[in-house]
């Protein structure tokens, strides 16, 4: 492997736009789950009625049966599967 000096004609604008894309995303995307979390912790930890509320909701969320969800799980692992494929077929695309 030849390691050269980035050049000028080596930068190239989309990149530099898609990571930084990639970047505010996802940081977008953590900061509004951990407000949405933090908002139905205190919600369920405000009084003794939400606190038993809260209690049932994670005992039905525990009690939920994986058969019932299989096709949905297995159309994630697919969609998954062909995501990794995608982005493993990238490394070898050379637009020159």
């Known amino acids: 492997m030849v390691i050269r000096p980035?050049?000028?004609?080596?930068?190239?604008?989309?990149i530099v736009y898609r990571w930084l894309?990639?970047?505010?995303?996802?940081?977008?995307?953590?900061?509004?789950?951990?407000?949405?979390?933090?908002g139905w912790w205190i919600y369920f930890h405000g009084s003794r009625y939400t606190a038993v509320l809260g209690r049932y909701t994670a005992v039905l969320l525990l009690r939920i049966r994986i058969r019932r969800f299989a096709w949905d799980l297995c159309q994630i692992v697919v969609l998954l599967?062909?995501?990794?494929?995608?982005?493993?077929?990238?490394?070898?695309?050379h637009l020159d």
């Open 6 to 14: 980035i050049m000028a004609v080596d930068f190239d604008l989309f």
């Open 21 to 38: 894309l990639a970047l505010v995303c996802t940081i977008y995307v953590v900061v509004t789950v951990g407000q949405s979390l933090l």
């Open 81 to 93: 599967v062909v995501l990794g494929a995608i982005l493993y077929g990238h490394r070898f695309l």
